[in-house]
């Protein structure tokens, strides 16, 4: 244990030493990717509107939207919480993580929305073009955002304890990209 200078306190010595490394981040970060690759095939949907992709891709877009989003939802905030143990400590963190949390739920529940429209068959000609089209950019936009908010937390709680590597690596996925540029 090593004291605190400006107030006695004590704090815990192995806390000072939980190193983030870039090998920690690799799960997170692939989960960050299938989101962003269901994002981009979604756009595609999307651009293409008012046609609509062929039954079996929606069927295989529904599928990945309707248990992915939500599975890496729950699995984000677990490596989340594995990454920076005791760091739901102060209010700070603690709301950090419980504004992922309201962000994964609410993206589960955008892309079980989702879904629903795209599986409707009664909805395949029903629902407008704009509605759909609408129906994806906010899923998309809202998606995105939660990935980057989450390496944003990241980089706001670990701080000092990301090694070189894994601070180059969220710098990396926090940098706008071509694509980006045409949306």
Same mark, same amino acid.
């Given at each position: 244990?090593? #004291? !605190? /200078? +400006? $107030? ?6 192995? *806390? ?8 920690? @981040?690799? *799960? @997170? ?11 981009? *095939?979604?756009?595609?949907?999307? !651009?293409? =509107? ?6 079996? &891709?929606?069927? #295989? ?14 699995? #984000? =905030?677990?490596? @989340?919480?594995?990454?920076? /143990? $005791?760091?739901?400590? !102060? ?5 950090? &993580?419980?504004?992922?949390?309201? *962000? ?15 599986? #409707? ?14 129906? &994806? ?8 955002? +939660? ?6 937390? &990241?980089?706001? @709680? ?6 070189? /590597?894994?601070?180059? =690596? ?6 706008? +990209? ?6």
């Amino acid at each position: 244990m090593a #004291a !605190d /200078p +400006t $107030g006695d306190r004590v704090v815990p010595f192995a *806390r000072r030493w939980h190193v983030i490394h870039e090998i920690d @981040l690799v *799960r @997170l970060i692939a989960g960050h990717r299938m989101r962003s690759d269901l994002c981009d *095939r979604l756009e595609c949907v999307a !651009d293409g =509107l008012p046609s609509r992709p062929p039954a079996d &891709i929606e069927a #295989a877009l529904c599928d990945m939207l309707a248990g992915a989003v939500a599975r890496d939802g729950r699995d #984000a =905030l677990a490596r @989340l919480k594995a990454l920076l /143990p $005791g760091g739901g400590g !102060d209010g700070f963190a603690k709301g950090l &993580i419980g504004r992922i949390r309201t *962000r994964h739920a609410a993206d589960a529940a955008a892309a079980d929305e989702l879904a629903a429209a795209l599986q #409707a068959a009664e909805q395949r000609d029903a629902l407008g073009a704009e509605a759909l089209g609408y129906a &994806i950019r906010c899923f998309v936009s809202g998606c995105r955002a +939660t990935i980057e908010f989450e390496l944003l937390a &990241i980089v706001a @709680l670990a701080g000092h304890r990301l090694t070189t /590597p894994a601070r180059v =690596l969220l710098t990396e996925r926090l940098l706008p +990209t071509a694509s980006d540029d045409l949306h």
